[in-house]
């Protein structure tokens, strides 16, 4: 299984919920030099006052026609 380390991340929190966006890029092994892909998760959270709850989670990889922000990374 290829690893998908968090590259950057930003969260915003109201109250017991909070947004995060990350960035991600793929490898075969944590070592290798070569990313075989790169994307962006968002997830919604909540928190029920004990712990923090994914309510949802959504991701996109990186293609040629769409690359990810500079400032994203």
């Known amino acids: 299984m290829p690893a998908t380390p968090i590259c950057a991340a930003r969260s915003q929190r109201f109250g017991a919920v909070a947004s995060v966006r990350s960035t991600y ?3 075969r092994d944590p070592r290798d030099a070569d ?3 790169r994307g962006v998760n ?10 923090w709850w994914i309510a949802s989670i959504v991701w996109d990889n990186e293609s ?3 690359k990810l922000p500079i400032k994203w990374d």
Do not use: M, N, T, Y
Request: no cysteine; aromatic share 10%; hydrophobic share 35%.
């Open 25 to 27: 890029e793929a490898k």
């Open 64 to 66: 040629d026609e769409r």
């Open 42 to 51: 968002f997830l919604s959270l909540f928190h029920d006052g004990e712990r």
């Open 35 to 37: 990313v075989i892909k």
